[in-house]
């Protein structure tokens, strides 16, 4: 017999198969690629099924879920089409028009020859605030600003509280002629009203164009620094025109548009000059004087430059300014001699005046000669001098300032002098540099 096998000592074991299937490597897709997703993918259809679904697939003829093969049908129905844009609302300024944002103006800061609005001229309430800003009249233009704002004007309408850009010229209107009448405080308070102008309120749904116009921008930096006691919100407030005046420029030079170009270059110089008078009225004057000294362009703004070295009391500095930088060299004459005046050298001050006297009628002239003439001894002189502008119409609070100085140094009832003056002043009637002037100026 033949023995019996002998059991294997594996046991039961399973047969490999020899050679294995392969098939070629998919290429790799990102999630860019347009291409289908792949039947492997776990993102195709099948993967996704559950295994009870999978199983049922497998056993009967029953229906079957529609694979790759065998695409879903198309709905039928359209995509409803997109609604149609809306226009955007216009913004609404309604808040810039209560009365009880503004304040009275009341007049016992004056003189009593200036406590008519309008001086000598009897004017009609209808006169367009144009008209008064030419006349020199500022507080008769702030009160019509108010009362058109308000709609409190006998002779204006209404004004639409969408009207961006009226609103805010009348609102600059009232504001500037605060501050040149010696207003300012009260500038300060209603200025709050704005609150951020850099806020997306202020901007065109459309164009994205600030509503606010750029004089009435830069003016709110200083009188909200002032409002809220703050000096500091006015350096980082002018670095933000700063950032938009750079972006305009882009703008402008990329469209080849020269006269946007060198608006906004001198804008952006304006603004540095600003932030260092910002940076004076902090009492940083050696920040100052490193912003000073790291503006470029030095051809721009090259008086206002010289006479801040001047402030801060560098006055090789302020010569550096204007040295052989115009043709005529009145600018560079006028700083001489003010840094002659600052340098205590009023002799040689006196002849750079006398100078410019004779090639320019200028009131500043004759206001720096006539304060040489005191300092060198012959105050007679220079207050002839200054009597002689006023008989000629001129009437700056500097020109009066001085007269009414000397007036207190000649004799003892200056007051008397000064009142006379007052009224002389007063009887001029228009000037466009502004006719009202207060006590202040009169030393009164």
């Known amino acids: 017999m033949d023995p019996p096998s002998e059991p294997s000592a594996k046991g039961h074991t399973r047969n490999r198969s020899a050679v294995k299937a392969t098939r070629p490597r998919s290429s790799t897709k990102g999630p860019l690629d347009a291409d289908e997703v792949s039947l492997n993918s776990p993102l195709s ?25 065998s695409p ?70 702030a009160i019509s600003a108010t009362q058109i704002l308000t709609s409190t004007s006998s002779t204006q309408p209404a004004i639409d509280p969408h009207d961006s850009a009226r609103i805010f010229s009348l609102l600059y209107t009232r504001l500037a002629c605060l501050t040149l009448i010696d207003a300012t405080p009260i500038a300060a308070q209603e200025v709050k009203i704005l609150e951020d102008l850099n806020s997306p309120f202020y901007l065109d749904d459309t164009t994205k164009e600030h509503l606010v116009p750029w004089d009435l921008r830069v003016l709110n930096v200083r009188l909200q620094a002032i409002g809220f006691g703050d000096p500091r919100r006015s350096i980082m407030a002018y670095y933000d025109l700063a950032r938009d005046a750079r972006s305009q420029l882009a703008s402008s030079i990329s469209r080849h548009d020269n006269s946007a170009r060198e608006l906004w270059k001198d804008r952006l110089a304006e603004l540095g000059i600003k932030v260092a008078g910002a940076l004076v009225e902090m009492d940083d004057l050696a920040g100052a004087r490193v912003h000073l000294a790291g503006l470029g362009e030095k051809g721009r703004m090259s008086m206002a430059r010289a006479l801040l070295w001047l402030h801060l009391g560098d006055v090789d500095a302020a010569r ?35 100078d410019l006297r004779e090639e320019s009628d200028d009131e500043m002239v004759g206001v720096n000669t006539a304060v040489c003439l005191l300092y060198v001894g012959r105050m007679q002189e220079g207050r002839e001098l200054l009597e002689g502008l006023v008989d000629a119409g001129r009437s700056s609070r500097t020109l009066l300032f001085n007269l009414t100085t000397m007036y207190e140094l ?12 007052a009224d002389k002043v ?19």
């Not at 040295?323 to 050298?345: I, N, S």
């Not at 000649?410 to 003056?421: D, F, G, Y």
């Not at 001029?428 to 009164?444: H, I, Q, S, V, Y």
Request: with cysteine; hydrophobic share 30%; net charge positive.
């Open 45 to 69: 259809p099948q993967s996704q099924l559950s295994p009870q679904a999978s199983q049922r697939n497998s056993l009967g003829p029953g229906p079957k879920s529609p694979g790759p093969s």
């Open 72 to 141: 879903m049908p198309r709905s039928t129905t359209h995509s409803p089409a997109p609604p149609p844009k809306r226009a955007p609302k216009p913004k609404d300024f309604s808040f810039l028009l209560r009365p009880e944002n503004y304040h009275p103006l009341n007049a016992l800061n004056l003189p009593p020859a200036f406590r008519t609005s309008t001086g000598p001229e009897q004017l009609s309430p209808d006169t367009p605030i144009a008209e008064l800003l030419s006349r020199g009249y500022f507080r008769a233009a």
């Open 320 to 354: 550096e300014c204007v040295v052989a930088e115009d043709e005529d060299g009145v600018k560079e004459k006028v700083v001489l001699a003010l840094c002659d005046m600052a340098d205590g050298e009023y002799e040689r001050a006196l002849d750079r005046w006398l």
């Open 410 to 421: 000649c004799t003892e009832k200056a007051r008397n002098l000064k009142m006379k003056l």
């Open 426 to 444: 007063a009887a001029m009637g228009k000037t466009p540099n502004g006719w009202e002037r207060t006590n202040a100026d009169f030393k009164l």
